[in-house]
């Protein structure tokens, strides 16, 4: 089968490819001309460089394809970074999706967030059917990943065999920017996290958001969204295991939630403004950690099938890949 992939450089892309490769599947990989490649040196895969924004490019790269994979997002959490998050998460989304329509595909699996879904009140789990209003959820990420799925779902009901995923917060190799929580490993392995705020995350190896992509695939339901996760943990439970893997000290200390929030505003309102080097600490993400983002994944293990990898081997092999790429 031949498969087009956007977003195939990246975190979860490229584990994505690796994954269809194995499955025997014949990758078509989009990347944009300055894309650094390196997670994908040594494939085995036929690499496209063009826009998200170069339909006729897209539609080109498209032609023989069964399947589509959209991945590809700009993943920030900084205000200045604004404009592009909506011009790729949107704009993007929105062009792959003009597409595929001429393209005669038999699925496209496109990859929202649980930054789309928001969280649930009071602490609870939030599912496939919490849907947090527009202008509560937190930041332009969380914002154009909301707006790029209702595209989605908007393409599906008009005949586009569309099927959405939700990607929690995957750990793992590849990490190569890294992510946000793929900065939180790397700060403990270089000793500057001497204390954690009060907050949870659901952790999920990015190997089986990859197999859930493939899954959702052969078995979503068109128009249905599917929760990728597997974890519900505290960040210091997430600390504590990281302690255990590497046998560095965890913090043991909590400070407030106002003083990442006072940091932030400082760090990237000012400070990087004025010296010009990215902010070490954005106010969203900031804002973000007082929520605890707690999700259940029963409906893609029901439906879909989707096995997990336990969050200690995830964790473990994202500690190694970061040492032995010199992150730490």
């Known amino acids: 089968m031949q498969v087009f992939v956007t977003g195939a450089t990246g975190f979860i892309g490229a584990n994505l490819v690796r994954a269809l490769l194995t499955n025997g599947a014949k990758v078509r990989a989009l990347a944009r001309p300055q894309s650094d490649t390196a997670n994908l040196a040594g494939l085995n895969l036929d690499i496209v460089y ?10 080109k790269a498209m032609q023989g394809c069964e399947w589509i994979f959209h991945v590809a997002a700009h993943y920030s959490l900084m205000a200045r970074d604004a404009a592009s998050i909506y011009r790729t998460n949107v704009d993007g989304t929105r062009n792959v999706l003009r597409a595929a329509r001429l ?22 789990l939030a599912n496939e059917q919490t849907q947090t209003n527009l202008k509560d959820l937190i930041g332009d990420y969380k914002k154009s990943k ?8 908007q393409a599906a009901s008009e005949g586009l065999p569309v099927v959405i995923v939700n990607p929690s917060t995957p750990i793992g190799p590849y990490d190569r920017k890294p992510t946000p929580t793929g900065d939180i490993i790397v700060r403990f392995l270089r000793r500057k996290m001497p204390f954690y705020v009060n907050t949870g995350l659901n952790l999920v190896h990015v190997a089986d958001v990859a197999q859930g992509h493939i899954l959702a695939a052969e078995r979503g339901r068109i128009g249905e969204r599917y929760i990728l996760g597997n974890c519900n ?12 893997i590497t046998g560095l000290p965890a913090p043991t200390k909590a400070i407030p939630h106002w003083i990442p929030i006072a940091v932030g505003y ?25 929520q605890y983002m707690y999700y259940s994944t029963e409906k893609a293990k029901y439906e879909l099938g989707l096995q997990n990898t336990p969050i200690e081997q995830a964790l473990k092999e994202a500690v190694d890949w970061f040492v032995e790429n010199r992150y730490a």
Not at 146 to 153: D, F, G, P, T, V
Request: no cysteine.
């Open 50 to 59: 063009a826009s998200l924004e170069d339909e006729t490019a897209l539609l």
């Open 103 to 124: 393209a005669n595909i038999k699925r496209l699996v496109h990859t929202s967030s649980v930054a789309a879904i928001g969280v649930a009140a009071n602490g609870s």
């Open 146 to 153: 909301y707006l790029s799925e209702a595209l989605a779902r």
């Open 233 to 244: 943990v505290t960040l210091k439970e997430m600390l504590d295991l990281l302690s255990s």
């Open 266 to 290: 400082l760090d990237e309102m000012l400070l990087s403004r004025i010296t010009g080097r990215p902010p070490q600490v954005s106010v969203s993400a900031a804002k973000m950690s007082k």
